[in-house]
Every structure is written in structure tokens, then in C-alpha cells.
């Protein structure tokens, strides 16, 4: 039924609690799962890029250790998916935008998300987010 399932990560306990029901459901369905951890590099990083500015070595380094933790962070969660195809995805931008553009880039057919954050009424969590755009089928998997 599933052919490519989007899971978002950032490695706390409830999301391997939602990367864990997505990894189930990519085994039964022999979908190729689609990992997701979002990060960001600092406000600042664009606009010296933008303006062609030099960049300090130390705040290079910074920049590289905020997008290397993530494909880190990510090899160990792809390292879970014994015997499913898994394809990682380190994306430089909000979690909610990072998911929903892998899901859209990789026509998905379903994104797995965790439920924590559904109970606040705060506008942005996470799942709330993913829930209003989601461009597929959606399990809010309960994680809390």
C-alpha cells in the first residue's frame, strides 16, 4: 500500500518511538523509508553567504558541525533499518518545512509523525504543522 514513508528525526526518545512504527510499516509494505532531521545554521551564516563576505574559520566550523551532527544523527537512526531500504535526508530548515519538503520531493505516500507536542495550544509544534500541510496520508503515531 505504502511505497515511500517520510519519518522525521531528532533523535529524542519519542521520535525513535515514531521512527520505529515507520520502520515497521516500511518492512510490511517494502516501502523505502525517507529520514528526515532538520537543522539550522545561524541567521548570520546567510546573510555573509549572501553578501559574499568572508567567514571565519572558527564559524565555518560551526556551520559544518550543525550539518555533520545531523547526517551523524541520521546514519545511526538508518542504521536501526535492518532489512529495509532507507534513504536519509539532513535538511537545513524548520523540522515541520524539512519533512514536508522530503515528502513532497520524493512524492511520498505517507509521513510518520509523533504525537508529542499535539496537545499544547501552541501554533507551530511540530505534528501540528505537518498535520495542516501534510501533501499524503498521515499517522500520528502516539509516542507520549
Known amino acids: 500500500m505504502f511505497q515511500r514513508i517520510v519519518v522525521g528525526t531528532d533523535g529524542s526518545e519519542t521520535a525513535n518511538a ?3 512504527i515507520a520502520l515497521g510499516m ?9 529520514i528526515v532531521n532538520a537543522f539550522r545554521q545561524p541567521s548570520s551564516a546567510a546573510h ?9 574559520a572558527d564559524f565555518a566550523q560551526a556551520m559544518a558541525v550543525s550539518g555533520e551532527a ?13 532489512g529495509v531500504n532507507v534513504e ?25 509523525v509523533g504525537n508529542k507536542g499535539m496537545q499544547r495550544k501552541v501554533f507551530g509544534s ?6 495542516h500541510k501534510a501533501p499524503c496520508n498521515l499517522l500520528i503515531a502516539k509516542t507520549t
Open 88 to 112: 536519509i535526508h539532513s535538511v537545513n530548515d524548520s523540522p515541520p518545512d524539512a519533512v514536508l519538503a522530503v515528502a513532497q520531493a520524493v512524492d511520498a505516500d505517507l509521513i510518520v
Open 70 to 82: 545531523s547526517k551523524e544523527l541520521l546514519e545511526r537512526a538508518a542504521a536501526r533499518a535492518k
Open 126 to 131: 511540530v505534528p501540528n504543522s505537518i498535520a
Open 48 to 56: 555573509v553567504a549572501v553578501a559574499g563576505a568572508a567567514v571565519s
Open 18 to 20: 515514531a521512527l520505529d
Open 26 to 34: 516500511a518492512r510490511e509494505n517494502g516501502a523505502t523509508l525517507h
